[in-house]
Every structure is written in structure tokens, then in C-alpha cells.
């Protein structure tokens, strides 16, 4: 197969396609303030705003992942939200003729209601208002598989009409509107390939020529783990190539070609151990891959881990490099002033800069992202309303004395059944974070809609299935009480800890703590969340699909307006004083 290239914009000047090619164009004029000649400026000035792991947070984001903290004792700042992301990055560009803003992935994908009741096409259309000019691909970006990403960036409607899997294509269309027609930016994806023969999903690199003579090649990839955290079926026939290796690959083409300035746009990540525009050390997956990546790379903008840093560290011949990410949610962007010299082409990496901006919600929304929001706003309607499943009763988050509740077990069951993950392999055992219960479930007339299913779950984590043994089950269980599906136990609250769990059964049988068992949760659970560190030694995961997609499923397929769902007895934790 032939790689799909991005399409050219009028403001882009070079497209550099996995193969190496490279295509020109023009860039737009700007006058230097000062009136000096641009030849004669020994230095050139390139600013790169980079914003990261968006997840079609169209709306400002609620709760502690809607905040900011500076550090310094200084109080958490309100952040996010598209319009007002957009209105900082016009703020940010203001004065500055050679900007060019990029992201590093799952800029899309795990996203709230407003996007993903519409397979995100909102959030691409957001992006195309705010002025991104190019991306990296992220796992994110195949959670509905490959052909999907590649009608994010062509265009294009799927024939769902009313919604399959309560979600909708073109609705716009639907209504006489105009059809969705993809990213006005351009996905990048230099280490995904078709595995029989080898050719680039889509274009690996791209080169800009700015106004001021400069020429930067950017080179964009996702973590190669990426086969282990989305569904299969997905990404079937395709490859994931390590980072490193085609990093390199592609600036020795870059530099055969001339250009010496190069940025990697890397859908990977880690952490730097400091407030969210420090760095004290680098960490985590990045560091590896910095240490392995030539020398040529001037710049690494990563993505993947949700953390916030702006970091220096050396590449392979000891050499200071810039090494930035800017968070989650659209709540930063990573202002970079990338300074090139005029006589080599090349980065001053001494004199290069970056900043983590808060994108405060202090400002003036962008009205055209506004309008865009209260519109699909207005389409989500039939989908909020359409019923999933029955209740005969409310179904509430309370808890009794040996901390089960109604809801939290089945959302634990929704979990277990999830064929997403269950349909690779049995689930023996789930598990559901209470933290994660955000409202309960009313009966009402009896019908359960699709946003207050949402409502109760509105933080779109994937459901995970690991390998843990009887031994890391039992730490699990002795670590808090957590509702729980296809296990029963009791509880002794005066034993010491460590002691106070017994009688485990596992489908009726005996925990073994020898014994291997696949047990399923949301992502944020089973990488160690809420303090149940226990989860991350799991081994094998399977990622599945959205976790609210799998609790709509779930009331669908055990519920009727004729037998509505029976919330089943709280008997699966005894309490013992």
C-alpha cells in the first residue's frame, strides 16, 4: 500500500514524506520590527507552541484534572478548555510571524461526551480553528483503528446514521449541513507501518521554510507500545518500529537533504520530577529514548505520560537538548523559542528556550470555537437521550458497612463482561475505584439515558485487562475495599494489617496464590491509581475500548422495559469486626 500524505496548506512550505521526499511551497512574510535586514541577523527566531494528549477536552475540564498547580506553595490555577487554548495560542503568536504550532498525539481519543458521542470529529474541527499546523499520531489516535485515523485527517462521514454504539458521524450532514473533511493539519507517523511490505502508513517527516529563511524538519512518531494498549483488530497488519531507530533513520534523510534544524514530535513520554515548568531529572521512557537519538535532533516535544516539564538534557556526545512537554487537556503549552543559526542552519541549543504557559480561563473564549461547541452541543441531544438499558430501582454509590455499594458492583461487572477485552480472553476477576463513581444512577421513569450512564462515568478511561498472581490479589484486596466482580471475601477490620483478608473465592473456587488469573479494570485503576500500587505489577495487558461504551453495553445486553435490570444482593465483601 501507498502512504497517505498530508494535504498541503497554504501556510506550510515543505512536506517531507516518509520516503524521504520533500515538497515545496511558500511561507508568509513579516517584516523584522526593527527594520533590520533578515541577512544580516546572525540569529533567527522560531517560535513552536506544542500542546499534547488533548483527549477532545473541548470544554474546560472539571475537578482537580481542570487545574494547574505552579508549585511554591501557590494556589491550584483553573485551566483548559478549547476557547480559551485558542485564545492564549493567538495571544502567544501575537507579533510573531514565524510561529508554527504542533502537537505530539492523542490529540483525539478517551475524550468527554461533547466529542466522542461524534468519533471525535469535534475535536478536529476545534484544532483546525485554533491553527494546528502539524501532529504527531498518538496510541489515542488508533482507538477506533487505523482506517479511522485516516479519515480523521481526509474526511469524510461514516454511514451510521442515527449512531451506532451510541455515536454519530456528520451530524452537521445529518442536518443539512456540510460533511466532516478531516484535519487541516498534517498526522505524522514515521515508525507505523504495514507489516507485508513495509510502507509508512502516513508521511514520517515534514520540513517548514520560514519567512526569516529558516528551515526546520520535524519528524513525528508514537510509542511502539502502542500494540499493547489499543484494541488489535485496530491495528491489524500493522507495525510499531522503536522510536529511536527511526528518529535517526529520518534525520540522516533530513540531513542528506540539507536540513540541520530538527524537532521530533514523539507521542512518548516521562516525567522530570518538578512543578510543571521545571525539570530536575529527566525520567521514564523519554530518557532512554534521548539517550538514543542522534545528536542531529536538536529538540524533543513529547507526549504519552500526562506530565509537564521543560528539561535539557544531554544527547549521546553530551550535548544540551531540549526536552519539553506540556501536561495534559490543553491546561499548557510549551512556548519554544528555537533559535537557528543563520551561517550553519542549525539550532543554537544555548540560546534555545522553552515555557509552560497555564492557559488560564482569564481570558476572552474564542468565539468560533464557542459557536462550534454550542452547536454540537445542540446535535448531542438525540444521542444524551437515547436509552441504553432499564433499572427497576436507583442505583446509588452508597455503601454498606463492608464498603459495597449497588453501583460500584456493577460497574465492576460491566467491566468483567467487557468483550473489548473479555472477547480476547476471559476475565476472572474486576475491579472498580470508587473515585471513579462520579454520580449515581436514578430510576426515573425506568430508562436509563446514554449521558446519565456518561454522568456516572464521565472520565472516558479504557477498560484494561492484566495477568496478576493469587498472591498480588490478595495484597490488592488487603490494600482497601474496592468493588469487586467474579470474587467474594471477608474482611476482619480488627486483624492486623496484612491479615485481615480470608475465605477469597474465585468463581466459587479457592484463591490460589500461585495461580495466574487475567483481571480487568479502567487504565487509571490498574496502572496503580488511587494508591493501589499493587495494579501496576501486573504483566500481558489487553486494552479494550472506552469504559462507558462497555457499561452501556453491559445495560443493554442484561436489561428490558419488560425486565429491567435487579441490582443483585451486597454480598460479595462479608464484614467481620
Do not use: W
Not at 485481615?500 to 484463591?511: A, C, E, F, K, T
Not at 500500587?533 to 442484561?558: Q, W
Amino acid at each position: 500500500m501507498t502512504p497517505i500524505l498530508g494535504r498541503l496548506r497554504p501556510r506550510a512550505a515543505l512536506l517531507a514524506a516518509a520516503a524521504g521526499t520533500v515538497l515545496a511551497a511558500t511561507a508568509m512574510t513579516a517584516v523584522p520590527a526593527d527594520a533590520v535586514s533578515i541577512k544580516s541577523q546572525p540569529l533567527r527566531h522560531i517560535q513552536l507552541l506544542a500542546v499534547n494528549d488533548f483527549h477532545g477536552n473541548l470544554e474546560p475540564p472539571t475537578g482537580s484534572g481542570g487545574t494547574v498547580s505552579p508549585g511554591g506553595g501557590r494556589p491550584a490555577v483553573p485551566a483548559g478548555g478549547a476557547a480559551y487554548l485558542s485564545t492564549h495560542l493567538k495571544q502567544l503568536r501575537s507579533g510573531k510571524k514565524d510561529s508554527f504550532t504542533i502537537g505530539t498525539g492523542d490529540m483525539i481519543g478517551a475524550s468527554p461526551l461533547l466529542s466522542a458521542a461524534f468519533h471525535d470529529e469535534p475535536t478536529i474541527e476545534a484544532l483546525n480553528l485554533l491553527g494546528l499546523d502539524l501532529s504527531a499520531v498518538g496510541n489515542h489516535e488508533f482507538d477506533e483503528g487505523y482506517a479511522e485515523l485516516l479519515r480523521m485527517q481526509k474526511g469524510g462521514c461514516i454511514r451510521d446514521k442515527d449512531g451506532a454504539q451510541n455515536q454519530n458521524s456528520c451530524a452537521a450532514k445529518d442536518l443539512g449541513g456540510k460533511r466532516f473533511r478531516g484535519a487541516k493539519f498534517d498526522y505524522l507517523a514515521g515508525n507505523v507501518e504495514f507489516t507485508a511490505d513495509g510502507t509508512p502508513l502516513m508521511a514520517a517527516t515534514h520540513v517548514e521554510k520560514f519567512h526569516n529563511g529558516a528551515k526546520v524538519g520535524f519528524i513525528g512518531i508514537v510509542t511502539s507500545s502502542t500494540p499493547s494498549i489499543v484494541t488489535a483488530s485496530g491495528i491489524k497488519g500493522l507495525s510499531f518500529k522503536d522510536e529511536a531507530e527511526v528518529v535517526n533513520k529520518y534525520a540522516a534523510q533530513l540531513q542528506a537533504k540539507g536540513i540541520e534544524a530538527i524537532v521530533v514530535l514523539m507521542h512518548e513520554g516521562g516525567s522530570a520530577g518538578s512543578a510543571y515548568n521545571g525539570c530536575s531529572t529527566l525520567g521514564g521512557a523519554a530518557r532512554g529514548i534521548n539517550a538514543n537519538v542522534t545528536p542531529a535532533v536538536d529538540v524533543i516535544v513529547t507526549g504519552h505520560s500526562h506530565s509537564a516539564f521543560n528539561c535539557k538534557a544531554a544527547d549521546p556526545a553530551g550535548n544540551p537538548r531540549l526536552v519539553t512537554q506540556a501536561g495534559n487537556y490543553g491546561r499548557l503549552v510549551t512556548d519554544i523559542d528555537l533559535v537557528i543559526d543563520r551561517r550553519t542552519g542549525d539550532v543554537d541549543r544555548q540560546a534555545t528556550a522553552a515555557n509552560n504557559v497555564i492557559v488560564t480561563r482569564t481570558v476572552t473564549p474564542d468565539a468560533k470555537i464557542t459557536d462550534l461547541m454550542d452547536r454540537y452541543r445542540t446535535y448531542l441531544g438525540p444521542i444524551a437521550n437515547k436509552t441504553i438499558g432499564y433499572i427497576g430501582s436507583d442505583i446509588t454509590r452508597s455503601t454498606n458497612a463492608a464498603g459495597e455499594s449497588a453501583l460500584g458492583d456493577l460497574l465492576a461487572d460491566s467491566v468483567r463482561a467487557d468483550q473489548s477485552i473479555a472477547g480476547r480472553g476471559p476475565i476472572d476477576i474486576a475491579f472498580m475505584n470508587p473515585g471513579g463513581i462520579r454520580a449515581d444512577l436514578p430510576r426515573g421513569d425506568g430508562a436509563v439515558t446514554y449521558e446519565e450512564a456518561f454522568a456516572v462515568q464521565p472520565f472516558s478511561n479504557y477498560n484494561v485487562s492484566k495477568t496478576f498472581t493469587g498472591e498480588q490479589v490478595k495484597r490488592i484486596l488487603e490494600a482497601g475495599r474496592l468493588p469487586v466482580s467474579g470474587l467474594t471475601y471477608t474482611v476482619t477490620a480488627s486483624a492486623p494489617a496484612g491479615n485481615r483478608v480470608s475465605n477469597v473465592l474465585v468463581g466459587g473456587q479457592p484463591l490460589d496464590l500461585a495461580k495466574k488469573y487475567r483481571v480487568g479494570a479502567n487504565n487509571f485503576l490498574i496502572e496503580g491509581g488511587d494508591g493501589y500500587t499493587t495494579f501496576a505489577e501486573g504483566t500481558d495487558p489487553l486494552y479494550g475500548g472506552v469504559d462507558i461504551d462497555g457499561f452501556a453495553s453491559f445495560l443493554a445486553a442484561n436489561s428490558s422495559a419488560s425486565a429491567p435490570y435487579v441490582v443483585p444482593p451486597l454480598d460479595r465483601i462479608t464484614r467481620l469486626p
